[in-house]
C-alpha cells in the first residue's frame, strides 16, 4: 500500500497546468493569473496632494503669513499655472501638485476669506505630498503568475489600467458516481437503496477548489455501463469515480475501464477512510477513483481531488495548510494507515486552539463529516496520546471547505 | 465622531435579511439557507452491512465452521429471504442485511468454495453492521437555516433526498464611484486623472460576502449627474457610493441626494483609514458612503460592507474573527481614532503567529493593499506597545478577501 504522501506526488506529478482565456477584469475575482500583471502607469502619475488644503510654498507658509489665492486644483482639473512667491491654490484630495508649490497648507490650518489665506499654522516642506510613483512605477510587476485573485487584487489591476486579464481557464473535472443502489435526489428509491450524495458534494468541492465539474449520469454496477460513462467524460481535465472501487466482485471501475484503454498507476493506499483510491489515466484523460462511502469520498477528495484541481488551475504548490491544535480528548494508537479522523475545534482556557475528534468515525456517516471543523491526521503506527498533546490537523474553512 | 463599533451596530440595526428563492442542489454551493433542512429519510434506511463478505448468524460463524452459501446480497439488490442456522448470504458494502443475519463474516476471515464457507475468525454478534439511522433519521434537522453551505453540507442535504433548498437570494449591491479625476480600465485617461480601482475592488469584495455588484455608470463630480446615478440603484438592496465623502467643498454625495430624499444617519467615525463614512437611506434603499482613497474604501469596505452584505444575506451575526498575534515591530501611541494598520503574518521561532505593519500607511497605497494578509487593529488612544506584545488582527484569507 502506497503512502498518502506519496500517492499525493504522484497525483500531482502526473498533472499540467490548463491554459490560459482572457476574461473582463470584472469577471477575474478568485480565478489564478496565467501571467504576471505589471502596471501600464505610475500612479499616482505625479505628485499629487494628500488632503484638502491650499498648494504653496514652503518657504512662505509661516504662521501669520497671508497668501493670495491664484486659483484652485481639484483632483481630475490640474491648476495650469504655477504658484509663485507669496501664491496659494486651492488643492483637494487627489489633484495634482501645481508646479512652484512644495507643501500643503491643511485647510483646518488656514484662514481663508475671498483670495487671502492666512496662515494659522508654519508648514512643513514636502508635507501632505503624495510623490508619483509612491504606488507603484509604470512597468512595475503588481502580481505574479499564480495568484488567485482577491477583491484587493483586482482593484490593484484596475489602479494598473487593466482591463482584461490573462487567467488559467476553470479546470473541467467529470464526476462519475457508480452503483445499482443508488438514486438521485427526489428520485424514486428502490428497496434496499439510498440517495446518491457523492456526485454533489464532489461537485461543489471542485467548485471550491476553482473548477468546473461535470456532473455525468449515475453509471449501473455494469462494465459497459461505466464504459459508456466514462467515454462522455472525453475531454474532461480529468476525471472522478466515485464507488466501485472497493476490494470485492464488485469492482467494477478497472475492469470497465482496462478495454477502455485505462492504464493503472495505483488502487491501494495506506489511508482510513478511504483505502480503495484509483490512480491512472484514461486516453488522455487522468482518472482519480475514489471510494464509494460519502465520508471516505469526501476525506479523499480533500486530500487528493482539491490539491489536483489547484495544480490543474496553475496553483501547482498549493496543499492544504497543516495546522497545530491541543488535543481535547485522549486517542489510542494507530494502525498501519494513515487516519483522517473528523473533529471539532474550540478554544482552550488560555487561548490556544483545541481539537476533538467524534466518537464515532464510521465512514458513511456525512452528518458528522458535515458538522466537522478540522481532519485530525494521525500517522501510521502513531503512539496513544494523552488529551493535552499538540496534533496535526487540517482546518476545512481554509479550503473553503 | 462616532465609534466604529456604534457605527457598525447602527449600520447592522438597519438591515433585515433579503427573502428566498428555490435553488437546485446543484446551484446551493456557497449559498445561505433561508430554511433548515429535514432528513426526508432515514439513512441508512435499514441495518447494512459495513464490509465485504458473508451476513450470517453469529452463533454459527465460529472459527472453524463451515457454513452454506444460499444467495448473495449486492448493494441494491436485496436478498429476498432469510438466513437460517448453518448458512451464509454473500453480501457487499452497502447492501441490507438479510432477515435472520446478525453479524458479518468479513471476506478476509473466510475461505469460499463452491457453496461452501469456511469461517476461519469468529465472528461478533453485531459486527461490521451499520445499524438503519446510524447518520440520520427521517424527519431530523440535518442543516439549520443561517448556514452558508459548505460542499460537506451539499453532500448531506442530498443524503436527505433534497433535489431544491430554500436559501436567501443573493442581495444586490449597486455601487457608484464618484469623480472628476477617475476613468474606466483601458479608457483614455484624463492629465491628473487616476484610473478607477474602487468600484471594481467593492464588486469583487460584494462577490466574496455572497452578494451581486451592480456596478454603475463613474458620476462625474456634479449634483445632478451624482442625483441621476443614484436614481439607477433603485432596487438594490443596498447602494454604496465611494468618494466625494470628505470634508471640502467636493462632498458633493450628500448635496446630491439631499433633494433625492436621502436621510443621512451619521457621516464621520473614529477610524483610520475612512474618517470620512455616509450612512443613511435613500428612499427605500440603505446606502453607505465610503471615501474615496482606494485602501480607505476597501478597509471601510471590510469592517463595515461585508458584515452589511453578510446580515442582508441571511448571515446577521456575522463579524470578521478577531485573532491573536505578537507584534513583529514596535508601534508608537495611538490617537484618537480606531487604526486598522495593514500588516503581514508569518510564524515566529516558537510557531506562534507574528504580524508586523508594513512601514507605510498611506491610504492610496493600493499595492500594500493587495500585499497585506491582516489588518492589525489599534483602538483609540492605545499606548505604545514593544515587539512581542499581543495584539488583535483581522486575517483577510478568513474572510475570503
Redesign the interface.
Known amino acids: 500500500m502506497l503512502s498518502v504522501e506519496e500517492a499525493r506526488a504522484r497525483i500531482l506529478g502526473a498533472l499540467q497546468p490548463v491554459g490560459a482565456e482572457t476574461v473582463a477584469?470584472?469577471e477575474a475575482?478568485?480565478r489564478v493569473l496565467a501571467a504576471p500583471v505589471h502596471a501600464r502607469?505610475t500612479?499616482?502619475?505625479?505628485d499629487v496632494s494628500?488632503m484638502?488644503g491650499y498648494a504653496v510654498r514652503a518657504a512662505d507658509a509661516v504662521e501669520g503669513a497671508e497668501l493670495r489665492l491664484i486659483g484652485a486644483a481639484?483632483?481630475?482639473?490640474?491648476f495650469a499655472g504655477a504658484v509663485g512667491a507669496g501664491e496659494a491654490v486651492r488643492i483637494?484630495?487627489?489633484?495634482?501638485v501645481p508646479a512652484g508649490a512644495d507643501a500643503i497648507l491643511l485647510?483646518e490650518d488656514a484662514r481663508a476669506s475671498g483670495d487671502s489665506v492666512v496662515v494659522t499654522e508654519t508648514v512643513r516642506t514636502g508635507r501632505w505630498i503624495?510623490r508619483a510613483g509612491?504606488?507603484?512605477r509604470e512597468g512595475e510587476e503588481?502580481?505574479p503568475a499564480g495568484r488567485r485573485?482577491?477583491?484587493?487584487?483586482?482593484?490593484?489591476?484596475?489602479?494598473?489600467?487593466?482591463?482584461?486579464l490573462s487567467v488559467h481557464r476553470a479546470p473541467r473535472i467529470g464526476i462519475l458516481a457508480t452503483?445499482?443502489?443508488?438514486s438521485?435526489?427526489?428520485d424514486p428509491?428502490?428497496?434496499?437503496?439510498?440517495?446518491?450524495?457523492?456526485a454533489?458534494?464532489?461537485?461543489?468541492?471542485v467548485?471550491?477548489a476553482g473548477g468546473v465539474p461535470l456532473?455525468l449520469p449515475i453509471a449501473r454496477?455494469d462494465v459497459s455501463a461505466i464504459a459508456a460513462a466514462a467515454r462522455g467524460a472525453r475531454g474532461c481535465d480529468l476525471l472522478v469515480t466515485a464507488g466501485g472501487a472497493?476490494?470485492?466482485?464488485?469492482d467494477l471501475v478497472q475492469r470497465a475501464l482496462g478495454p477502455e484503454g485505462f492504464a493503472l498507476d495505483f488502487w491501494k493506499i495506506a489511508m482510513r477512510p478511504g483505502k480503495p483510491l484509483i490512480w491512472g489515466r484514461l486516453g488522455d484523460t487522468p482518472l482519480l477513483g475514489l471510494p464509494?462511502?460519502?465520508v471516505s469520498s469526501?476525506v479523499c477528495?480533500i486530500v487528493f481531488l482539491w490539491p489536483a484541481i489547484a495544480a490543474l488551475g496553475g496553483r501547482p504548490d498549493l496543499a492544504a495548510p497543516l495546522r497545530?491544535a491541543k488535543l481535547g480528548a485522549p486517542l489510542g494508537e494507530n494502525d498501519r494507515r494513515a487516519d483522517y479522523l473528523r473533529a471539532t475545534l474550540s478554544m482552550d482556557a488560555e487561548?490556544r486552539r483545541a481539537v476533538t475528534p467524534f466518537e464515532t468515525q464510521?465512514s458513511?456517516?456525512?452528518?458528522t463529516?458535515?458538522r466537522?471543523e478540522a481532519l485530525l491526521l494521525r500517522a501510521p503506527h502513531a503512539p496513544p496520546l494523552e488529551a493535552g498533546s499538540t496534533v496535526e490537523i487540517i482546518i476545512?474553512?481554509?479550503l473553503?471547505?
Chains 1, 2 share one sequence.
Do not use: Y
Request: hydrophobic fraction near 45%; charge should be negative.
Open positions: 477584469l470584472s475575482w478568485n502607469l500612479q499616482p502619475p505625479a494628500a484638502d481639484p483632483a481630475g482639473h490640474p483637494f484630495t487627489g489633484a495634482v485647510q503624495r509612491l504606488d507603484f503588481l502580481l485573485l482577491t477583491a484587493r487584487d483586482i482593484g490593484l489591476a484596475a489602479a494598473g489600467n487593466h482591463p482584461w452503483g445499482d443502489e443508488i438521485l435526489p427526489g428509491v428502490a428497496p434496499g437503496g439510498i440517495v446518491s450524495s457523492n454533489h458534494a464532489l461537485a461543489a468541492l467548485r471550491s456532473v454496477d472497493s476490494v470485492g466482485e464488485h464509494g462511502n460519502p469526501l477528495g497545530r487561548g464510521d458513511s456517516m456525512l452528518k463529516m458535515a466537522a476545512l474553512a481554509d473553503g471547505l
